[in-house]
Nanobody, 116 residues
Framework: QVQLVESGGGLVQPGGSLRLSCATS????????MSWYRQAPGKERELVAS????????NYADSVKGRFTISRDNAKNTVYLQMNSLKPEDTAVYYC?????????WGEGTQVIVSS
């Protein structure tokens, strides 16, 4: 049974930091491209960051470059998103995604609220 479980969300003040985790099971984590997406109220879901299975290369949305860092621990089957210098516009539900060819799995999401 495939599971992706996000954690680490919460309420944080502007300028603060959070570290999201996505613990996975039920598939060969090291072979999958892992990504973080987010969806703000009234907006479409958007890609935040991704990391490949081959060389661990990363890709970021322009809006988070220099502030967010995606990383993966293949031994723990977990992907992380370190979020620094948070802004109110980062407020959203953050989702973890695992993709390999036709296999496509999503977590249930974790809420991040950036507000003073």
């Amino acid at each position: 049974q495939v599971q992706l479980v996000e954690s680490g969300g919460g309420l944080v003040q502007p300028g603060g930091s959070l570290r999201l985790s996505c613990a996975t099971s039920g598939f060969t984590f090291s072979r999958y491209t892992m990504s973080w997406y987010r969806q703000a109220p009234g907006k479409e879901r958007e890609l935040v960051a991704s990391t490949t299975s081959t060389d661990g290369s990363t890709n970021y949305a322009d809006s988070v470059k220099g502030r967010f860092t995606i990383s993966r621990d293949n031994a723990k089957n977990t992907v992380y998103l370190q979020m620094n210098s948070l802004k109110p516009e980062d407020t959203a539900v953050y989702y973890c995604r695992a993709r390999l060819s036709w296999s496509d799995y999503w977590g249930e999401g974790t809420q991040v609220i950036v507000s003073s």
